[in-house]
Structure formats: structure tokens, C-alpha cells
């Protein structure tokens, strides 16, 4: 019986044998899980995560200051909504962790997915703005400024920091936090759509600028078809910045030739490039006015005409003509009336194509209802006196100056704010023969502007003579015989109500002939307005 107990006993165990304990028998852990503590978000989450990012976006789009001086980092409502979303993320994580786990918000996945959002587009950010950095760094002692380049990252590490936090926060109650990486998937493809049409318009560009015919058919094709339009009217500008667009250097893609650029969008839209506004003023601003009037100071009294001016419009247009057939001239008296309804005065500037052979003889301009006649001198003289009078004295000129063959530059200021301005340019031209008895008069026209046309804008033409004036008749005649045709069906129309047809088949034709009879005179009105 006393060899029992040596058999239940425990053997001895050397000291240096590991010794490794059931579950069962394990001692309870005296850690604090990392998501059990509370207090919110921290100062910095809030501070780097939320307040900067917020401010940056704001100082950005009232200001424009990166836009204007370095690349558009906000060029659409998309990429503002996707900056917007890491201080607005950051923000709902801080609400979470000042919670408990268990009163977290059911469910956990929106959270998540706005986060994702939030990693995503901090990330592509902080690239854009990775050029940038070490001016940042620099330019954090001049009133803090550098701290906004900085943001994209620091808001980019704060949205990491939050999915930590609010990973482990989650954790304590029991429930995962779900939603991060599809959030991050959405926002890539989200930027990825955004990028497609410029890289298709900067590799397009590039083909369409080539030496090789074929190659440049091709570019011009994919322009038209999947091209951005907004992207080419860009490349029309030159802008002199230290860095461009980092994106824009993937795939080893130069800035684009300014020349070759505005072929191109006339080629692909069938439009003069500076037709349009340009887009990189102000561009996709929110909150800043448009920023025009300092634009163009510094073409103002200059001889380049400039792009079109967001307020400045032609408000009126008319022209009187007369045609001396003895002495195969023709004088023509152009009266321009220019509105601008802006808080500020601009000045009107055009180009204009005159007659072959003509000159203009007269100018005048309306200074407080009356009429003047304006000075003659050299080029320069009255060049100077204009330049001195616009930036100096700021009272009304007008300036006519030669621009080439038959072409002549038009200069107007101030045009008041939301006020008017009127001129009156006279041309003497020949009468182009054709033979001892007919001629060809040629009326003048714009061939640049800065400023836009009114709609409706109404454009009068009269020409007077002691001799025969026609129009060819030969392009309006399809125009005339649709017009015969419509007015005989109407005839026939109304004939047939007064025979006492059917009343529901007579109003029926009696329509169908008003439509044809609208129809022909719209087409005639619009060829008379080609050939006048």
C-alpha cells in the first residue's frame, strides 16, 4: 500500500525545462486593451487633421494662390468634395472616440468608408503637393504659411492615426470596423475617372503637334472624340510657373508648345482659342470674385487684344455706308457700343479687318452724351498719349492704331462699371471692279476681341448709293423658291377652308403651311445675314 502514493506523486522538474501551462490554469492578463482608453481624438488629430485641412481649402479656393502661381490642385467640384472629405472625416472620428466602445454608431461601415475616403485622398494630396515641400518648410516662419502645402500630408497621417484608433476602439465592443479599404478603392477610381481626360488630352496634344501627317490626323480624331475641351483651351495659355502639375510629368509628358496648342483647339472645336474666356483665371474658384480687372492691367494700353473679360460685352452695332460708283469708293461709319457690368471699368479692345485698300479717316467717341472728334498724330505720339492717359490721368480715350495690311487695333477707355461706352470708326475703301460697270464693296468685321457679344445683339447694316445696289440673288434663290412654295401651299390651305372643306383637315393644312412658310424664312433670314 505505501507504493501508491510514489506513483500518483509529481515528478521532479529540472529548473532549466520550459514549463508551459494549460490555458485552463493561465493567469488572467493585466493589460488594458489600446482601444479601452478614452478622452477623444487628441489635440493633434484635431489640429492636423481637421482645422488645417479645413483652413487650406478655404485660403485655396477665395484666393487661388496655388493656382495662380504653382498648378490647380481644386480644378473641379469633384476634387473640392474629395479635399473636403479628410477634415470631415477626421472630424467624425473625433466625435467617435470620445466615446465608448459600446456607444459607438450602428452600423460601423459608413465610418469606415469615409475614412477610407479620407486615407485615399490625403495620400494623392500629399503627392500633389510633395514638390512643394521644402519651400514649405521654409516659408513656416513667414506668418505660417508654410504649414498649408504641409496639410495634404498631415491630414493624409491624421486620417491613418484615426483608423488606428478607431480599429481598436471598435475592437473593445465586440464589433469590426468594416468599410476602410472599399472607401479607399472608390476614392482611387473617383480620381482615376478624374485623370483619365487630361492625360487623353495631353497625350492627344502631343500627336497632334507631331511633324508626321499621319500621327497629327490621329491626335486630332482622339481629341475629338475623347478629349477635353477645357484641358486643350488650358494648354492655349502660357503660364510661367516654378513647378506644374506633378501628375503631368507620368510618362515623361512636357508642357505643351503654347503655339501648337492653339492650332490644335482650332482645328478639334472649329473656334478661335481666345473665343472663350480663360479658364485658368480664377479657375474652378468657389469663393473668389473673378479676377480679371488685375489680369488685364497689364495689357491695358498695351497692343495685344487679350482674352475675353467675364462683364465686357457689344451692346449695339451698326454700320452706315455710302457708295460713290463714279468714283468707285465707299465711306462706312462704324458705331460700336460697349457695356460693362462690372464694379470696375475695363477696357474694350479689337482687331479689325478693313476693306482691301482701306483706311480709316474719322473716329469720334461720346464723352457725356456729345460727340468728339478725335486727334491724329504718329503711331508713337499718339500712342504715348493714350498709355498716358489711361494709367496715368484715367479719363476717356480712344486709340486707333495700324495692326498690318488693312488691319487696324481699336482700344476704348474706361469702359465705366455697369455703365457704357460708345465710338464711331469711319473706313474709306476702294470699290473692288469687276468691270468698267460692276463692283464688289466689302464691309469691315472683327477679326479679334476681348469682349463678348450681347445676346440678343442686333447688328443694323445700311448701305446707300446714287447707283444700283443688289445682293447676288443667285445664293439666296433655293431660299426665295422655299419661301414661293410655302406661301402657294398656304394659298391652297386657306382656299380650302372658304370651299367648305373639313374644318379638321383645313386647320390641319393651314398649319403645316404656317411650319413651311417659318421654316423658309428662317433659312432666307440666315443667308441674307451670311452674305450682309
Not at 493589460?31 to 478614452?38: C, L, Q, V, Y
Not at 502645402?149 to 486620417?159: K, Y
Not at 482674352?307 to 468707285?328: C, F, P, Q, R, Y
Not at 486709340?399 to 469711319?426: H, I
Request: glycine share 10%; with cysteine.
Amino acid at each position: 500500500m505505501s507504493a501508491i502514493p510514489e506513483r500518483v506523486a509529481a515528478p521532479a522538474v529540472p529548473v532549466t525545462s520550459p514549463v508551459r501551462l494549460s490555458p485552463l490554469y493561465a493567469a488572467p492578463s493585466t493589460r488594458t486593451p489600446r482601444a479601452a482608453k478614452r478622452g477623444g481624438g487628441g489635440l493633434g488629430l484635431i489640429l492636423c487633421g481637421v482645422l488645417l485641412p479645413a483652413a487650406t481649402i478655404a485660403v485655396e479656393l477665395a484666393t487661388r494662390m496655388c493656382a495662380d502661381t504653382f498648378f490647380d490642385p481644386l480644378p473641379t467640384f469633384w476634387h473640392v468634395l474629395l479635399a473636403a472629405s479628410v477634415p470631415a472625416a477626421n472630424l467624425a472620428a473625433v466625435f467617435a472616440l470620445a466615446r465608448d466602445g459600446d456607444s459607438l454608431p450602428s452600423p460601423l461601415w459608413p465610418l469606415g468608408v469615409l475614412n477610407g475616403v479620407a486615407i485615399a485622398a490625403g495620400v494623392y494630396f500629399a503627392v500633389l503637393f510633395l514638390p512643394l515641400l521644402p519651400l514649405a518648410v521654409i516659408a513656416i516662419a513667414a506668418l505660417g504659411l508654410g504649414l498649408l502645402p504641409m496639410s495634404p500630408l498631415l491630414g493624409a497621417i491624421a486620417a491613418l492615426v484615426a483608423r488606428y484608433r478607431l480599429g481598436g476602439l471598435a475592437a473593445s465592443s465586440g464589433r469590426p470596423l468594416h468599410g476602410t479599404w472599399p472607401g479607399i478603392a472608390g476614392a482611387a477610381l473617383l480620381l482615376a475617372c478624374l485623370a483619365v481626360p487630361g492625360a487623353v488630352t495631353s497625350h492627344g496634344l502631343q500627336m497632334a503637334s507631331s511633324d508626321d501627317g499621319t500621327v497629327r490626323e490621329d491626335g486630332i480624331r482622339l481629341l475629338r472624340r475623347y478629349g477635353s475641351e477645357r484641358r486643350l483651351l488650358e494648354a492655349c495659355y502660357e503660364r510661367e510657373r516654378e513647378f506644374g502639375n506633378p501628375w503631368d510629368a507620368v510618362g515623361g509628358r512636357d508642357r505643351p508648345d503654347v503655339g501648337h496648342a492653339r492650332q490644335v483647339f482650332y482645328r478639334v472645336t472649329g473656334r478661335p482659342f481666345d473665343s472663350l474666356p480663360d479658364p485658368t483665371r480664377g479657375r474652378g474658384s468657389v469663393l473668389a470674385a473673378p479676377r480679371h480687372w488685375d489680369d488685364d492691367q497689364a495689357l491695358q494700353a498695351g497692343e495685344a487684344v487679350g482674352t475675353l473679360l467675364s462683364g465686357l460685352s457689344l451692346a449695339k452695332s451698326e454700320i452706315d455706308g455710302w457708295v460713290n460708283g463714279d468714283a468707285a469708293t465707299a465711306y462706312f461709319e462704324w458705331t460700336l457700343q460697349f457695356g460693362n457690368d462690372r464694379p470696375f471699368p475695363q477696357e474694350a479692345r479689337a482687331r479689325l479687318a478693313l476693306p482691301r485698300g482701306g483706311c480709316v479717316t474719322r473716329l469720334t467717341l461720346w464723352v457725356n452724351g456729345e460727340e468728339r472728334e478725335a486727334a491724329w498724330g504718329g503711331r508713337a505720339q499718339v500712342r504715348g498719349a493714350y498709355e498716358r492717359v489711361v494709367k496715368v490721368e484715367r479719363r476717356d480715350p480712344v486709340l486707333v492704331t495700324s495692326a498690318g495690311p488693312d488691319r487696324v487695333m481699336v482700344q476704348c477707355y474706361p469702359v465705366p462699371p455697369n455703365g457704357t461706352m460708345k465710338v464711331r470708326v469711319g473706313v474709306t475703301a476702294p470699290v473692288e471692279l469687276a468691270s468698267a460697270d460692276r463692283g464688289t464693296v466689302t464691309l469691315p468685321r472683327l477679326l479679334d476681341r476681348n469682349f463678348e457679344v450681347a445676346s440678343p445683339l442686333r447688328h443694323s447694316t445700311s448701305l446707300r448709293s446714287h447707283d444700283a445696289l443688289t445682293l447676288p440673288a443667285s445664293e439666296l434663290k433655293p431660299s426665295v423658291d422655299q419661301v414661293k412654295t410655302a406661301f402657294d401651299g398656304l394659298e391652297s390651305a386657306i382656299a380650302g377652308v372658304s370651299s367648305g372643306g373639313g374644318i379638321g383637315e383645313a386647320a390641319t393644312a393651314v398649319s403645316t403651311s404656317l411650319t413651311q412658310l417659318g421654316t423658309a424664312l428662317t433659312g432666307l433670314t440666315a443667308e441674307v445675314g451670311q452674305i450682309c
